[in-house]
């Protein structure tokens, strides 16, 4: 919470500092900017957002552990390790062409249910006391057909259960 304010504080001054210089004499000739504007500004900026297809999804987190809030940039950070674990097994040009798109940010995050033959599915079981706090298992399924299967096979994509957005197709942006 604290480096969010941060970033924010941040992200508001180098906003302020944009505007000036888009305008120096002070005269306000446009509307305010938009709140996220800022944010915005200081994810080009700093490089976090490199990424021309933002996912505008309105992620359900997959376990009572996940945060379905967090912003593409920041779940790509955590999930990369594991894409780069995923490419290890793909042939030297596709391995290079993900691990680019992954170090770019040229990624595309969509629910795998919104993906046309994808059929992938999880079920997430809670053990131990009430409110399962003790232990977790996820189950998947899946039988994909088409394109969808050919973007998995070619290692072009990949579907897996996340805790921050259950169910997750991610693929390059084309």
Same mark, same amino acid.
């Given at each position: 919470?604290?480096?969010?304010?941060?970033?924010?504080?941040?992200?508001?001054?180098? #906003?302020?500092?944009?505007? @000036?210089?888009?305008?120096?004499?002070?005269? %306000?000739?446009?509307?305010?900017?938009?709140?996220?504007?800022?944010? @915005?500004?200081?994810?080009?900026?700093?490089?976090?957002?490199?990424?021309?297809?933002?996912?505008?999804?309105?992620? /359900?987190?997959? @376990?009572?552990?996940?945060?379905?809030? =967090?912003?593409?940039?920041?779940?790509? /950070?955590? =999930?990369?390790?594991?894409?780069?674990?995923?490419?290890?097994?793909?042939?030297?040009?596709?391995?290079?062409?993900? /691990?680019?798109?992954?170090? #770019?940010?040229? =990624?595309?995050?969509?629910?795998?249910?919104?993906?046309?033959?994808?059929?992938?599915?999880?079920?997430? #079981?809670?053990?131990?006391?009430?409110?399962?706090?003790?232990?977790?298992?996820?189950?998947?399924? @899946? #039988?994909?057909?088409?394109?969808?299967? %050919?973007?998995?096979?070619?290692?072009?994509?990949?579907?897996?259960?996340?805790?921050?957005?259950?169910?997750?197709?991610?693929?390059?942006?084309?």
């Amino acid at each position: 919470m604290a480096r969010a304010k941060s970033d924010r504080t941040a992200a508001d001054k180098l #906003n302020t500092l944009l505007q @000036s210089l888009k305008n120096p004499d002070g005269k %306000d000739t446009t509307s305010k900017a938009k709140a996220d504007d800022g944010t @915005s500004l200081f994810d080009k900026l700093s490089g976090r957002q490199t990424s021309s297809k933002l996912s505008t999804t309105q992620w /359900e987190a997959g @376990s009572k552990y996940g945060d379905p809030t =967090i912003s593409d940039s920041d779940f790509l /950070e955590k =999930i990369k390790p594991a894409l780069m674990t995923s490419a290890e097994g793909l042939p030297p040009e596709q391995r290079q062409a993900l /691990e680019t798109a992954v170090n #770019n940010g040229a =990624i595309q995050f969509q629910k795998a249910s919104d993906v046309a033959g994808l059929n992938y599915h999880s079920t997430v #079981n809670y053990t131990g006391s009430p409110g399962g706090l003790e232990g977790m298992t996820v189950t998947h399924q @899946s #039988n994909p057909t088409g394109a969808a299967k %050919d973007a998995l096979d070619q290692g072009r994509a990949f579907a897996f259960w996340a805790a921050d957005r259950g169910d997750v197709y991610v693929s390059s942006v084309t």
